[in-house]
C-alpha cells in the first residue's frame, strides 16, 4: 500500500452493526405476493406501464419502498409517511399534464454552505402533501465510487428514517444524491452524517463541483496517474471553494487516467485532466505475434457477439492509427513514438501486447461545458503535460491562478471556456503566464486581424500627424 | 455510538452553531477498495470481457479480479440498495462499486464465486418480471443511458427521464446484453436544454426541448424578480421591458427571436415555458468523448423533435432503434456512430436511416456559417435532386 493514500481528516471506523437504526424485522421487504396486492393511494395506470419488461423497473423499487413505508411506526421516520406515494401520484399527474409540477427552487441550505441543497417544493402540496417539500442533497461520493456495505446500510437508514429513502446512485455530476426530505431535516442529515460518518456534502451553485474520477489504476491497466488520489487531495485542498460560492459560475474538474476517457472530462469538465505518458508505448513482441497468430482474443473481448473474421493486424490497428505511426516488419511491431498521438486505439485492441508508457502524468485541458449559453465546448489543450506527484502542488498553483483571473474578469454565469472565447485564448495565457504553442489549436489563425500590442511595434502607437504630413501631402 | 432516532439528532436547533462539524469532504477512497484492489492497485497488466458484463483484470502479481457489470436504476430506493448490499455480503466480502454510467460492477476473486454471483445476480427479478440485475453493458454493446431528473425532481424539463430511459433500455435489451455491435454505443439523456446529463458528446443521445416561448405572468414578473437579470438572462436579447396599462413593470418578449432555451425561466420563476403541446424531444447524433483514433466531437441533431408520448415514447424508442441498427448494420469494425457518419456522409445517413432532412437541421446560431458545405464534394441523394428539381435544375 502506498503510505500516501491517507485520509487528510480523521474518519470514523464504520460498523453498521453499531450505527443501525432499524430492527431486522423492519427492515423486511415484501414478498411478490403482497406486492401484488398493494395499491398505493394514487391510481398510476401510465406509470404501471412501466413496471414490465426486462429493464429494472424504477416504478417497481418505488412501490417497494411505498409498501415499507407504509409498515414504519410512525416515530420510525422524521417526513411525511406518503412521500412515496406522492411522488409517484405526482410523476403520474405530470405526465397526463406533459409539464413537471416541481415549482422553481427556493433558497434552503445549511449553515455557513452556499451549495450542496438543492430546494424542491411541490407546486400542489394540498394534493401531494408528502412532497410539499422535497429537497435534495449532494453527499460528495468516495473517488470512484468504490463503498463498503456497513457505510452503504448506514447511509440508508439514515436516509429512510430522515427523508423519502429514494436516492440517486449517482447524480450526473457523480455526488450520491438523496432525493426529497423537508427543511427540518436538511441540519439534522448534514449533521448525523458528519458526527457519525465522516461524511460531508457535495457542492452546487456558483462554486467548486464535487470532482470525479475514473476509475483508475484501482482497476484499470492504462490509468497514467493516482486518479482517485488526485481527485481527493484536490477536494480537500478546496473545501471552502467547494461549500461556499464565490465564483462567477460553476466550477468543474474531472480526472480521467487516459484518453479514454471514461469520465467524459474533455465534454463536461471547466478543468479535464487526461493521463498521458511522454516516452514510448512499450511492445511486447512475443504478444504482438501471438494477437497475430490468434491465440489471443482482439479488443480485450469486446467484439466477442459477432464474427467479424480473422483479426488483421493491418487492416485493424495499423491502418487504423490516425498518423499512420506504426508500421510491421515480419511479425515485429514498430511504433514511431514521436508521432503517435497517443489516442489509444492499439492498445485498446491489444492490451497484452501494448501498454502506456512509463514516463506519465495528464494533460490539462480547460473550458468544456455544455450548451447552455454560448453553445457547447469541449475542453481545450492548456498544459501539454505536467507531472502528478502528491501534494500536487504544479496543478494547485495553475488552478490558482486560472480562477484567479476568471474571478476578477468573468460575468456572472459566464463558465471558464466562454471567458476564454470572450478575451481570446492568448490574453487568458498571458494572464496566468503561458506561453503560446501549436498543441492548443487546430490550425493557426486564417485571418490577418491580429491585434498587436503597442510594446511589439517599435515607436509604439503615438504617432506625430505633422510628422506623417512632413512626408505626404494633404 | 449510532445514528440518533431523535427529531433533530445531533443538532441543536437551539444552539445551531455549536458542535458543528464541516468542511471534511467525502470519505476517503482507500478504504473503500476491496483487499484484492488494495494488493494489486497500478500493478494491473492487462483486462479481457470474458463474456458481455463480465471481466476478468490480471495483475503482475498474478492475481485476478472478476467483475460482473450490471445495469443500474440511477434512482432507487434504500430496499434496493439493501438488497446490493446483501449481494455483496454475500459473494464480495462487502464491497461494491458504481460506475459513472449507473451501473453496478461486484468484483470477486475466483471463477467459482463468479459463477455462483452470475446465477444469484440473473435470478433476481421485481415482482413484475423485470430484472434487478441484468449482466450486461460491456465492449461493443449499448450499456446503461446516463439520464437526469426529469419529473422526478426538477423544475424545469422538457421532458421525462426515467420513464424514457426505462422504455428505451427495454427496446433495446438484447443490445445491453451482448457485444455484437462495430463499436461501444453510449446513448444520454438530458431532459432539458440545460443538460445536466450534458449529453452533446453522446453517439445518440435525447434531449428535451421547448417549442413556446415563455408565457408571461405579468402580475408577478416584478414580484419575483430582478427585471434587470431576466433581461439580461436572454442569450438572443429577446427580452425587454414593459408597463402594464395600470403602471406595473413587466417584461415583453419578442416571440419571432426566442430559441425556446428556458434560460429565463431559470432565472425567473414568472416565465413559465414548459407546455404540453410545446414540449418534446430532439435526438442528437454523432458526438463522441474518448480520443480513440478520431478526437472527441459533438452530437448533431438529426431529429429536431418527437412528441412525449408518455410512458413509453414509442416514436423515440422506434426512432434511435432505426439509427442503432443502421448503424450496426452499415458501420465497420472499431467506427463509432460519428467515424462511420463522417465516413459515409450525413446526406447518405439520412437516406439510410430514412430520416426527414427539415430546415429546423440548419444551424443559424452562432459559428453556423462553419457547418454550412463550402465545397462540391457531397453524395447524390433524393434530397438532392428534390432541390435541384425545385431550382429546375433537372
Ligand atoms: C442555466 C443552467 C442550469 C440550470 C439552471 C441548472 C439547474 C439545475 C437544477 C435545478 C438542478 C437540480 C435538479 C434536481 O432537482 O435534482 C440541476 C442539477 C444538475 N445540473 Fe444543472 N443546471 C444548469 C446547467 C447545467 C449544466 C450546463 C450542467 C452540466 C454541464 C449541469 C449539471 C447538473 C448536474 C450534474 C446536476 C445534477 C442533477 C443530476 O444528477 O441529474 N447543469 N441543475
Ligand atoms: C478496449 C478499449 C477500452 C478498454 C479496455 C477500456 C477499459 C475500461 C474499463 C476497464 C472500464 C471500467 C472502468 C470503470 O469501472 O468505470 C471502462 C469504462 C468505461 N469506458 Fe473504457 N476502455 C476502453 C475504451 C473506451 C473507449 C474508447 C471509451 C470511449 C468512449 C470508453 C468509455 C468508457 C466508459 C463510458 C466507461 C464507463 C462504463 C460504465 O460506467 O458503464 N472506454 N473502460
Ligand atoms: C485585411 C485583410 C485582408 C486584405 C487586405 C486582403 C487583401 C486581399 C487582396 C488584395 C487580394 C487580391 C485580390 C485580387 O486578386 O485582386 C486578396 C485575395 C484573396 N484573399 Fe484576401 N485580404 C484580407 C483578408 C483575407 C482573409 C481573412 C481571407 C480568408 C480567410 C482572405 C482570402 C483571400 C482569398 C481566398 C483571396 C483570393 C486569392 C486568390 O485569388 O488565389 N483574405 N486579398
Ligand atoms: C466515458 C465514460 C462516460 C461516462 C462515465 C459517462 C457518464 C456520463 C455522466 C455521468 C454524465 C453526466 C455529466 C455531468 O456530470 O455533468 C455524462 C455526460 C456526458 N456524457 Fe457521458 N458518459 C460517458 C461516456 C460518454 C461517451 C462515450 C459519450 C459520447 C460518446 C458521452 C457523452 C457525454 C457527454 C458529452 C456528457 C456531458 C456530460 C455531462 O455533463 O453529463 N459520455 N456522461
Ligand atoms: S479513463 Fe483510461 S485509465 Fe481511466 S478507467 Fe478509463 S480506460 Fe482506464
Ligand atoms: S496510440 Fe494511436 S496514434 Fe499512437 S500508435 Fe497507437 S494507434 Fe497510433
Ligand atoms: S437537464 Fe434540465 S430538466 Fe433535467 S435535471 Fe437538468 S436542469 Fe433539470
Ligand atoms: S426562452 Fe431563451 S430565447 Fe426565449 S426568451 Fe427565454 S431566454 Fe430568451
Known sequence: MKAMFKPKVPQKEIKYEELRIYTDEELRNPTDEEMKNFKIKHDIPLLEQLESGPWPSYVADLKVEAWRRRRLADDRMMIPRDVVEDLLGQVELSFVHGETHWKHGGIVGVIGYGGGVIGRYSDLPDKFPGIAHFHTIRVNQPASKFYKTDFLRAICDLWEFRGSGILNLHGSTGDLVFLGTTTEQLEPIFQEMAHHLSQDLGGSGSNLRTPECCVGRARCEYACYDTQDVCYELTMHYQDELHRPAFPYKFKFKFSGCPNDCVASIARADLSVIGIWRDKIRIDQDAVRAYIKGDLIPNAGAHRGRDWGKFDIQKEVIDLCPTKCMRLEGEELYIDDENCVRCMHCINVMPRALRPGTDTGACILVGGKAPILEGAQLSMVLVPFMKLEPPYDNLKELIDKIWEIWMEEGKNRERLGELIQRMGLWRFLDAIGLPPAPQMVWHPRTNPYIFWKEEDVPGGFKRDINDYRSRHAR | ?394
Not at chain 2, 438529426?302 to 422506434?318: D, G, I, M, S, T
Open chain 2, 1 to 394: 455510538m449510532g445514528l440518533s432516532t431523535t427529531r433533530f439528532g445531533v443538532f441543536n436547533p437551539e444552539k445551531p452553531h455549536e458542535n458543528r462539524i464541516t468542511d471534511i469532504g467525502p470519505r476517503h477512497f482507500w478504504e473503500f477498495f476491496p483487499p484484492i484492489i488494495q494488493r494489486n492497485y497500478g500493478k494491473w497488466l492487462y483486462h479481457e470481457i470474458l463474456e458481455p458484463g463480465v471481466l476478468v483484470h490480471v495483475s503482475e502479481t498474478g492475481e485476478k479480479v472478476y467483475t460482473v457489470r450490471v445495469g443500474g436504476m440511477r434512482t432507487m430506493s434504500v430496499a434496493f440498495v439493501r438488497e446490493i448490499c446483501d449481494i455483496a455480503d454475500k459473494y464480495c466480502d462487502g464491497y461494491v462499486r458504481f460506475t459513472t454510467r449507473n451501473n453496478i460492477e461486484f468484483m470477486v476473486d475466483s471463477e467459482e464465486k463468479l459463477e455462483a454471483l452470475k446465477k444469484d445476480l440473473a435470478s433476481r427479478k421485481f415482482y413484475s418480471g423485470s430484472y434487478k440485475f441484468p449482466i450486461g453493458g460491456t465492449g461493443c454493446s449499448v450499456t446503461n443511458i446516463v439520464h437526469t431528473q426529469g419529473y422526478v425532481h426538477c423544475h424545469t424539463p422538457a421532458t421525462d427521464a426515467s420513464s424514457v430511459v426505462k422504455a428505451l433500455m427495454d427496446e433495446l435489451f438484447e443490445y445491453f446484453q451482448s457485444m455484437t455491435l462495430p463499436a461501444k454505443v453510449r446513448i444520454a439523456l438530458a431532459c432539458c436544454l440545460n443538460m445536466c446529463g450534458a449529453v452533446h458528446c453522446s453517439d445518440i443521445a435525447m434531449v428535451g426541448i421547448h417549442r413556446k416561448p415563455p408565457v408571461i405572468d405579468t402580475e408577478y414578473v416584478a414580484k419575483l424578480c430582478e427585471i434587470p437579470t431576466v433581461i439580461a438572462s436572454c442569450p438572443l436579447g429577446a427580452i425587454s421591458p414593459a408597463t402594464t396599462p395600470d403602471g406595473k413593470k413587466t417584461v415583453k418578449i419578442r416571440e419571432d427571436r426566442c430559441m425556446f432555451c428556458g434560460n429565463c425561466y431559470t432565472m425567473c420563476p414568472a416565465l413559465p415555458i414548459a407546455d404540453k403541446e410545446g414540449d418534446g424531444i430532439a435526438i442528437v447524433a454523432g458526438g463522441k468523448v474518448s480520443n480513440r483514433i478520431s478526437p472527441p466531437k459533438f452530437s448533431k441533431v438529426v431529429v429536431a423533435y418527437l412528441p412525449n408520448n408518455f410512458p413509453r415514447f414509442p416514436e423515440v424508442c422506434q426512432t434511435v432503434k432505426k439509427i442503432l441498427e443502421t448503424y450496426a448494420k452499415h458501420a465497420r469494425k472499431y467506427e463509432r456512430l460519428g467515424d462511420w457518419v463522417e465516413r459515409i456522409g450525413w446526406e447518405r445517413f439520412f437516406e439510410l436511416c430514412e430520416l426527414p432532412f427539415t430546415y429546423h437541421l440548419l444551424d443559424d446560431y452562432r459559428l453556423a456559417l462553419d457547418t454550412y458545405r463550402t465545397s462540391t464534394q457531397f453524395r447524390f441523394t433524393e434530397a438532392a435532386w428534390e432541390v435541384s428539381k425545385a431550382a429546375r435544375g433537372i
